[in-house]
């Protein structure tokens, strides 16, 4: 649909879309899948069509203000391009007010004489909340944003802590100071490191530590947990807030790598020479304890002057840092050795 009435067909097969006119697009919404014929070319040389079928109408609820105009309750659309209001009878408007957003599902099609007729499903609020936006923006592209009752079941099985039998079968790095380095507004901690100084032969070079959650231990395979994150894909991430892929007490608990609080994570143990080349390396499922929650600003802030403020307050990890820095040199020479591109 377009904002001013008419629409397209976009094909199938890629060709130039087909014009159809406001008077076609009365019996279809935006988004309807159709079949559709060429009636006509213009003088461009552009298609034109009639609509001969719907073959699919999406499911996802419209969303806009509830209106109430000369008596009747209809709801305008906040997404323009579908092209007319919707007709809402007065026992279907879920006791909202007038004003109000609302999430609209259609009971009736439009047709070429008859306007659409749908009920209130869902009373988001004011147009003026704060966060209305999101709400708007998280049903219009339609991120699921609800996990199911099984998910959230499954989640609440969970333990709040690590239990011994989690433990088996991995190595205890829980000495190992490892760090998360993550932005000021990070809510959740996926990966932490170390380095210190090694031999790597009879030359100089680093042990470098990378350890990220161990998320495959909790969700497992076709279970309700993996089948909503999947169907998810990743986080969303609005200015606001987060519509996570995991329900939070795995995304903001157990899998992420919050500080001083073990951990189960899978960790990848390298040696480094000193030209930035990995020497060697072993992966293994271990235990950690992130030794600090740090953020880039204050990283940044100690590497510049290590007898400040912020390193002072960090004294214990200041060396690693360092360590972690020479380390980040020496790679990012052997990567522009590479031909790594940098981008703007």
């Known amino acids: 649909g377009h904002r001013d009435g008419h629409g397209f067909v976009i094909r199938d097969d890629r060709e130039a879309d087909i014009y159809l006119s406001p008077q076609e697009m009365r019996a279809v919404l935006h988004r309807d899948r ?94 003026d909340d704060p966060g209305m936006e999101i709400e708007i923006a998280v049903r219009k592209y339609e991120v699921p944003h609800q996990f199911s009752a099984e998910t959230a079941a499954q989640a609440a099985k969970l333990p709040e802590k690590l239990r011994a039998a989690d433990r088996k079968q991995r190595f205890d790095l829980t000495d190992v100071p490892l760090v998360t ?77 919050n ?3 073990d951990r189960l994570a899978m960790v990848c143990d390298m040696l480094i020479t000193a030209k930035g080349e990995i020497h060697a390396y072993q992966f293994f499922p271990a235990v950690i304890c992130s030794h600090a929650r740090l953020t880039y600003t204050e990283v940044a802030a100690i590497l510049a002057n290590t007898r400040g403020p912020e390193a002072t307050r960090r004294k214990d990890v200041v060396p690693h840092l360092l360590n972690l820095h020479e380390v980040y040199r020496a790679l990012l020479r052997e990567r522009g050795q590479r031909g790594g591109v940098d981008f703007e």
């Not at 070079?205 to 993996?226: C, F, M, N, Q, T």
């Not at 990743?234 to 939070?248: A, C, D, G, Q």
């Open 34 to 127: 159709i079949r559709a014929r060429i009636i006509r070319y213009d003088r461009k040389g552009r298609p034109e069509g009639r609509v001969l079928e719907i073959l699919e109408r999406k499911k996802a609820p419209i969303i806009g203000r509830l209106l109430h105009e000369s008596g009747v309750w209809v709801v305008a659309p906040e997404d323009k391009r579908y092209g007319q209001d919707i007709l809402i009878p007065k026992n279907a408007t879920a006791k909202a007010q007038a004003g109000q957003v609302v999430a609209v599902e259609l009971t009736e099609p439009p047709s070429l004489y008859s306007q659409p007729v749908g009920r209130v499903t869902e009373v988001l609020g004011e147009i």
């Open 259 to 261: 500080p001083e609080e």
């Open 181 to 257: 380095i993550d932005g000021e507004d990070a809510r959740d901690f996926d990966d932490a490191v170390y380095c210190e100084p090694a031999k790597v032969g009879r030359a100089k070079g680093w042990r470098l530590v990378v350890a990220i959650a161990d998320v495959s231990h909790y969700v497992k395979p076709d279970e309700p947990l993996d089948a909503d994150a999947y169907e998810r894909a990743t986080s969303v991430y609005f200015p606001r807030r987060v519509i996570p892929m995991l329900p939070e007490k795995l995304s903001n608990g157990l899998c992420s790598l």
